[in-house]
């Protein structure tokens, strides 16, 4: 009977570290959960998808490296969403990263969809169809599933929901005297 050796490359956590700055030199950040919301708003409209597609909540920090179309989106702690129009559970970890251009999300980390019983890492989403009124969500193990985009139409008026809902919290947070006269 034949043997078979397999060897496995791990990066240690500063090879990795330092792989996560290379992708992110020269990007345009973000902070703050209002505005990183609007910004990942204006993302999705500007790659094609209806806006509340990513409805992360208590956002951090994010960013966009233009010329390589890498972003990220940190949040608090971990987010799980039900698509009514799909029918679909999504859990958004603490990072979401990809790689974007116009119509599609590649390479995807921490997106996963729950089917049946399983939760199954999103790799990619892309406008699909003729009229680009389709979204295909793609696995890690390349299966993957079509939606219309009107499914998403109640998560867009959510998302402007919630916006509007920071902004009027915003305005009427009351105002540290003491520290705005530092």
Do not use: N
């Not at 990795?16 to 409209?45: D, N, P, Y």
């Not at 509340?52 to 990220?72: K, N």
């Amino acid at each position: 009977m034949a043997s078979v050796t397999t060897e496995t490359t791990t990066a240690t956590a500063a090879t990795a570290t330092a792989i996560v700055g290379k992708e992110r030199e020269g990007a345009e950040i973000a902070t703050g959960a209002e505005e990183c919301f609007k910004q990942s708003m204006e993302l999705m409209r500007a790659l094609g998808f209806p806006e509340g597609m990513m409805p992360l909540r208590e956002l951090e920090e994010c960013g966009l490296v233009r010329e390589t179309g890498f972003v990220w989106m940190k949040q608090k702690k971990p987010y799980e969403h039900y698509f009514r129009g799909t029918g679909t559970k999504v859990r958004y970890d603490t990072e979401v990263t990809a790689f974007v251009e116009e119509g599609r999300m590649k390479r995807m980390t921490g997106v996963r969809s729950k089917q049946l019983l399983l939760w199954v890492p999103i790799v990619e989403m892309s406008l699909d169809g003729e009229a680009r009124d389709k979204i295909y969500f793609k696995s890690s193990v390349g299966i993957g599933r079509s939606f219309p985009a009107s499914a998403f139409a109640d998560e867009t008026a959510a998302a402007a929901a919630f916006i509007k809902e920071a902004e009027a919290a915003a305005a009427t947070a009351p105002v540290d005297v003491a520290a705005a006269d530092k």
